[in-house]
């Protein structure tokens, strides 16, 4: 394993591994890939806009939730949370 690269520049992200990384590279090009599908279908008169529209949010929202599973962001805290505040 790696030494792991510098978390992204916001809250609640931690530094991610080269492996990490190279799942959601690999993951944005799939998900690239499907998108660009979807564009092309979007130009087909027959298809119906209203549920390829509900289609693609989904497949963006998976994709989402595919790639905060591998950098697994924290909760973070706010003004106000601790016990002295």
Same mark, same amino acid.
């Given at each position: 394993?790696?030494? /792991? ?5 916001? !809250?609640?992200? =931690? !530094? ?23 564009? $092309?279908?979007?130009?087909? /008169?027959?298809?119906?806009? =209203?549920?390829?529209?509900?289609? =693609?949010? $989904? *497949? ?7 790639? =905060?599973? *591998?950098?697994? !962001? ?6 106000? $949370?601790?016990? $002295?505040?």
């Amino acid at each position: 394993m790696s030494a /792991p690269v510098k978390g992204l520049p916001v !809250p609640g992200y =931690r !530094p991610q591994s080269e492996e990490a990384l190279a799942i959601v590279r690999a993951m944005k090009h799939h998900e690239e890939k499907l998108l660009r599908a979807l564009d $092309d279908l979007a130009e087909m /008169p027959e298809i119906d806009k =209203r549920w390829l529209s509900i289609g =693609r949010a $989904d *497949v963006e929202k998976g994709f989402m939730a595919i790639n =905060r599973s *591998v950098f697994r !962001p924290a909760r973070i805290s706010l003004p106000g $949370d601790g016990a $002295d505040d």
